[in-house]
């Protein structure tokens, strides 16, 4: 009987969670890292590097891990800047003026993304995310997680921000 409950119960427990462990690990060590391989972003620096975790309402658990990991990672130091970690609805996220980054931890389908990457792109703020159709939607940078990790930049994006990355970033990373 305990076996019973149990095999029901770990396909309901792993369906609520969207983003697992590892994954939130490898974003928080290579995001900050490819922010800093984009030109507009180190020049925009002028004290605190400002990363931005925009997560809807069922993904603001992963986004508050995704914060602590980095947190963890960097002590608070990207680059010899402070790094500041924020972690914001999709509504807030819209309202921010000075991030560098922001992490996407949304459907791909929520009414208000195209409003967030419009603001991205105005603001010249670079748009990561671990989803493959929020790359088809818009964000500069999304990640193949396989047997190995790959970059995915979107070269549209790119090219209408524009978002200038250093050669080896993207000698590194394929193409959409």
């Known amino acids: 009987m305990n076996k019973i409950v149990l095999i029901l119960l770990i396909p ?30 180190k020049e925009r620096i002028q004290s605190t590097v400002n ?43 819209v309202e921010i003026k000075n991030a560098h980054s922001f992490v996407l931890l949304m459907d791909p389908d929520d009414s208000i993304l195209p409003m967030v990457l419009e603001h991205a792109a105005k603001t010249k703020t ?3 995310s671990f989803d493959p159709l929020l790359l088809q939607k ?10 190995s990790v790959k970059p995915y930049i979107n070269l549209a994006t790119l090219k209408q921000v524009p978002f ?13």
């Open 138 to 147: 818009g964000a500069a940078v999304s990640l193949y997680i396989g047997r």
């Open 126 to 128: 670079l748009t990561f």
């Open 51 to 93: 990363f931005v975790i925009v997560a809807s309402p069922s993904n603001k658990a992963a986004a508050q891990r995704l914060s602590e990991i980095m947190e963890h990672q960097y002590n608070g130091i990207l680059a010899d800047h402070p790094l500041a970690l924020f972690v914001v609805s999709p509504k807030e996220a």
């Open 12 to 41: 309901l427990l792993l369906y609520g969670t969207t983003y697992d462990a590892t994954l939130l690990q490898i974003g928080a060590k290579i995001f900050p890292k490819v922010a800093l391989m984009e030109k507009g972003t």
């Open 164 to 176: 200038t990355f250093e050669y080896g970033f993207l000698k590194l990373s394929q193409p959409y």
